[in-house]
């Protein structure tokens, strides 16, 4: 793996960790929804995930991820339909998306 290639995996783990530290504590989508400081910082965090891969995916193209192309889309939707974001969209990836992200980015990292 090259530099830019691991650069780019520890950039989505970073985000990862932000976006888990910022959501550790909610219990509800309605605390979610109601915490624009959060939301804002998700959106940020799954923004630049969305971009880190998309560049890891160019760096590298015989490095595929579960997902990509997904998460790639996201990415822009957030960037370029911002007014077009639906926050349990938002909600529902947080919890049952980003640990297995995490799992799948740690195991090609090491």
């Not at 193209?61 to 938002?90: G, M, P, T």
């Amino acid at each position: 793996m090259t530099d830019k290639e691991r650069k780019y995996l520890s950039d989505v783990l970073n985000s990862i960790d932000h976006i888990l530290s910022f959501t550790n504590e909610l219990t509800s989508f309605d605390q979610y929804k109601k915490n624009f400081l959060i939301k804002g910082a998700v959106e940020r965090h799954l923004a630049i995930i969305g971009e880190a891969i998309n560049k890891f995916l160019k760096e590298s193209r015989e490095n595929d991820l579960a997902n990509a192309r997904q998460i790639i889309s996201l990415r822009n939707r957030l960037i370029h339909s911002y007014d077009n974001v639906d926050d349990r969209i938002i909600w529902t990836i947080v919890r049952r998306h980003i640990n297995p992200l995490k799992e799948e980015i740690k195991k090609r990292i090491v």
